[in-house]
């Protein structure tokens, strides 16, 4: 009677574990009319430790550990959105064509239109969305671990039905 009583205990734990699994994948927030193109994806062959004054501005990197540059060509249809999602590291965002929108954390919206750029540190899910008429295509330059996925999917936050 126990083995019985042990194989429904174990089969009841894999159906809750099995549940609470697809309720967090219902959860995120898949993109919709997004098509990511890898455009190049490499090691870095040894730490930056950069410190320089420009002309306008000033540029501060230090990296550390085994590290990856990434970069993608993401084009969002009209229409279009990224869903919600965070990054395994920062990001600098260049819109070559459209304006893309992005949704904070907050739920605040900005516009950011072609020949404009953001960085961002990857941890506080974004939303972007293309409002438009006409495709936005944007180039990302990511700084991840080595081998590891720019993309992580996120439930939208708390009270932002954007």
Do not use: Y
């Amino acid at each position: 009677m126990r083995i019985t009583s042990r194989k429904r205990l174990v089969l009841a734990g894999a159906a809750t574990t099995l549940a609470l699994a697809g309720a967090a994948v219902a959860l995120a927030t898949p993109p919709g009319a997004e098509t990511p193109t890898p455009l190049a994806r490499g090691a870095l062959v040894a730490p930056a430790n950069i410190n320089a004054k420009l002309a306008g501005g000033a540029v501060r990197l230090k990296t550390q550990g085994a590290l990856d540059a990434l970069m993608l060509e993401v084009t969002l249809a009209p229409g279009g959105n990224g869903g919600w999602h965070t990054h395994a590291g920062p990001a600098i965002t260049i819109v070559k064509q459209g304006t893309v929108t992005i949704i904070d954390a907050k739920c605040q919206a900005h516009q950011i239109p072609a020949g404009h750029a953001a960085i961002s540190l990857g941890s506080e899910p974004p939303k972007t969305e293309n409002r438009g008429a006409t495709p936005v295509i944007v180039d990302v330059t990511f700084l991840l671990a080595h081998g590891v996925k720019s993309r992580i999917d996120q439930p939208a936050p708390a009270g932002c039905r954007a």
